[in-house]
């Protein structure tokens, strides 16, 4: 399959040894070609198409899986909880690292910016004069 990419070496073998074993048992028969049957034709014991000889046909079609790919079983086997797993906080620890890998473009874009700014620092502004604030026209006696 040219869309398959096998990454593992061991998988490829395995896989490559299951396809060759599957090709080893595979039963192949010839396509009939195709004549004008009369009715001496019909009366004739069946022949495989394009030979002369007879032949006793015995393949059967199986039903269900024919050559498993055998799985390895991860399942870890149960122990007592130790008391550094009482310690650590398996939900903070995910979620700080869900955060961290959401952020860290972010952070790293951040990063750089805050490395050139460094490097070539800029000319501060001046801070703007703060206007004084307008009397309110109409609202309030005049004193």
Do not use: W
Request: aromatic share 2%.
């Amino acid at each position: 399959d040219h869309r398959r990419k096998n990454k593992c070496e061991e998988s490829l073998r395995t896989n490559s040894q299951r396809l060759k074993d599957y090709r080893s048992k595979l039963v192949l028969f010839p396509l009939p070609k195709k004549i004008k049957k009369t009715k001496k034709d019909q009366k004739k014991k069946k022949t495989v198409a394009g030979t002369k000889a007879k032949v006793a046909v015995k393949a059967v079609q199986h039903r269900g899986v024919i050559l498993p790919i055998p799985q390895r079983s991860t399942r870890t086997r149960s122990r007592v909880i130790s008391a550094e797993d009482k310690k650590v906080r398996a939900r903070q620890l995910l979620a700080k690292a869900k955060a961290d890998h959401k952020l860290e473009g972010q952070r790293a874009k951040m990063a750089k910016k805050a490395l050139e700014e460094e490097a070539n620092p800029k000319k501060e502004k001046e801070p703007k004069k703060e206007k004084e604030p307008k009397p309110a026209k109409g609202k309030g006696k005049a004193e």
